[in-house]
Each structure stands twice: as structure tokens, then as C-alpha cells.
């Protein structure tokens, strides 16, 4: 892109089209920039927002009937204690389930009574398995 622009501008001076190109390209890089350094450091974004990551307890829900919706799973918990989201994890290739989920609950009491309440129940003939999620670690920074 920058070589397209260096070359209409290459012929008598900068012009003022030209300029602006060069100011807009100057300014997208450094808003791209500006945007992936920020997210890395927690800048960005409200304050007061809330979102599912710095808000609750994150639960793992493994072993479960592939069948099983997210609806299903949110009310499974809901008798523990409010649940932010709840979700089945996909394939994303077939659609069908993968067997697991996770479970976002509002406070860490409401988690440990999700825990304790449902570890090694019996869900559509299967045995579920319900532990704090972990998180992944990364490889690479980003």
C-alpha cells in the first residue's frame, strides 16, 4: 500500500492528496498500534463495564452429553446461584458438542456450591465433572 502511495507522490512534490494518504496511513498504523499495546496492558474501555472476565467465577463442566444445550447448562446451575453465561464448546468444523463446557457464576460461593452440588452427577446417563477452570497459558505474547 505504502509503495502505491510513494509512487503517485513521487512525481512533482508532495501534493495534497498525497499528504492526506500519508497522514491517513500515519494515523491508521498508530491507532493499530496504539490498540494492540493497550489491550496487552488492561488499557482501554470503561471503566465501569464489566465483562465476563474480571467479573465471577469461571467453572469447567467436562464428561457432558453431547446433546446438552447452553439453556440446559445455565439452568443445571442456576440452582446454585446466579450464572452470568454459560456455554458448550463446539466443533467448529461438524457443529456438534465437544463433550465440555464452561459455566461463568456472579461469586466464588455460588461456584463452590455449583461444585460441591453437582461434582459426579449424573446428567442424561453421564457423569459430569465440574472444577474451577484454568487458565491456558500462552505460547506466544501477543
Known amino acids: 500500500m505504502s509503495g502505491i502511495v510513494a509512487a503517485s507522490c513521487y512525481s512533482g512534490g508532495i501534493s495534497g492528496m498525497c499528504m492526506y494518504a500519508l497522514i491517513g496511513l500515519c494515523l491508521f498504523i498508530a491507532g493499530f498500534l496504539f490498540g494492540r499495546i493497550s489491550r496487552r496492558r488492561g488499557f482501554g474501555g470503561s471503566d465501569n463495564q464489566a465483562t465476563e472476565s474480571d ?10 452429553p453431547y446433546e446438552t444445550t447452553d439453556e440446559e ?17 463446539m466443533n467448529r468444523s461438524s457443529g456438534t458438542s465437544k463433550g465440555y ?35 491456558r497459558p500462552r505460547d506466544r505474547q501477543e
Open 101 to 135: 463446557g464452561f459455566v461463568t457464576m456472579v461469586d466464588e460461593s455460588a461456584a463452590h456450591d455449583a461444585i460441591e452440588g453437582l461434582r459426579s452427577r449424573e446428567v442424561k446417563g453421564r457423569r459430569i465433572a465440574v472444577n474451577e477452570a484454568r487458565t
Open 73 to 89: 447448562l445455565n439452568k443445571l446451575f442456576a440452582e446454585y446461584g446466579k450464572v452470568i453465561s454459560a456455554r458448550v464448546i
Open 55 to 64: 467479573v465471577g467465577c469461571e467453572l469447567y463442566v467436562g464428561n457432558l
